[in-house]
Every structure is written in structure tokens, then in C-alpha cells.
């Protein structure tokens, strides 16, 4: 008897709902077309273009800016000097997002010459890793580029917080050299 009384309930509201959507005629009256408007500018969340580049200088003088290639940001390329170690980072600035990345080594010609037993820890540790990643790139040539990269909102990003950012970046790179060197190795 429950189960008759739920469907029907059931039923009755399904059937109350239908009539009233059905019911909707949306507006009624003569409409009056809204005034054309100029598009509005996006709004930029975060740091500005101009306060990254001039603290990216602070780092490298010779960093560079251009446009995306797809129209909707900019490209930072820079290099570091950190601790032994020379970084090349290119930090891909967009209206809400960020992306730090860097090439690990060499291209690898055939990446299907790297044992599995390389490759898998590499791409296991992109869990206790997060939000930093490996990834691989396949270039025009059909060589691979092993990558390191970060992807954060630019929402409360300021030129602190970017350093910060950049140090641990080039902290992570250096702490999972014997992964990354691994797959470079097994690969020649």
C-alpha cells in the first residue's frame, strides 16, 4: 500500500510541474529593444601584465613578453640561476589563470624507447605532487619534451606570491631530479 502511495504522490507532483511549465508564456506587452552597448573590456583577476614583467626583469633582464599565440594571453621566458642550476621558464599569463612551466632536459627522439618502469614512477608521483605536474609535449619534429608545470588562478596573485611560487617551482624541479633524469637517461 506504501509503494501505491509513493507513486501516486509521485506521480501527481511530476504531472503538477508539467502543468506549470506548461503554463509559462514568458513576456507579455510590446518589448522595447535594450540600447546597443560597447562590448565590456574582460575583467583581469590578479596581478597586472606590467607588475609581472617588471618583477620577472628583477630576475633576468633579458626576460621577454609576447602575445599568445592564441590571442587570449601573454608569454613570459625567462631564466634563473638558483642553487647550480639554470632554469629556462616560460609563464604563460591569462585573464583568470596562470601556467608556469619548464622543459626537463633534452627532447627524447623515441619515448617509446623509455622502459615503462621509468616512465610509470615519473607519472605516479603527479599525485602527491599536485598541483604540480609532469607532463609530455610532442613537438612538430614528433620528438617528445618531458614537462614541469604549474596551472593556479590569478585571482589575489601579487608579485610576492609569484616569487614564492617561482622558488618552490624550482624547489620541486630539483627535489624529483632522480625521476625526471631517469626517464632522460633510459632514453639515450
Not at 39 to 55: C, K, Q, R, S, T
Not at 146 to 175: H, W, Y
Request: charged content about 15%.
Amino acid at each position: 500500500m506504501r509503494k501505491f502511495l509513493f507513486a501516486v504522490l509521485t506521480a501527481a507532483v511530476a504531472l503538477s510541474n508539467l502543468g506549470y511549465a506548461a503554463a509559462q508564456t514568458g513576456p507579455t506587452g510590446p518589448q522595447t529593444p535594450a540600447p546597443p552597448s560597447a562590448p565590456a573590456a574582460p575583467a583581469v583577476n590578479g596581478i597586472a601584465e606590467n607588475d609581472v614583467l617588471n618583477y620577472l626583469r628583477t630576475l633576468d633582464p633579458n626576460v621577454r613578453m609576447q602575445k599568445h599565440q592564441d590571442g587570449k594571453g601573454v608569454v613570459f621566458f625567462f631564466t634563473l640561476q638558483r642553487g647550480g642550476w639554470q632554469y629556462k621558464l616560460e609563464l604563460n599569463l591569462y585573464q583568470n589563470s596562470l601556467n608556469l612551466i619548464t622543459v626537463l632536459g633534452k627532447p627524447i627522439a623515441n619515448i617509446q624507447s623509455v622502459p615503462a618502469q621509468v616512465l610509470v614512477p615519473l607519472m605516479v608521483e603527479n599525485f602527491p605532487i599536485g598541483p604540480y605536474q609532469f607532463s609530455l609535449y610532442k613537438r612538430t619534429d614528433g620528438s617528445m619534451e618531458l614537462l614541469f608545470s604549474i596551472s593556479l588562478p590569478r585571482a589575489g596573485l601579487t608579485t610576492a606570491s609569484l616569487g614564492n611560487l617561482i622558488d618552490r617551482f624550482c624547489k620541486e624541479v630539483q627535489r624529483t631530479y632522480p625521476l625526471w633524469s631517469a626517464v632522460q637517461n633510459a632514453s639515450k
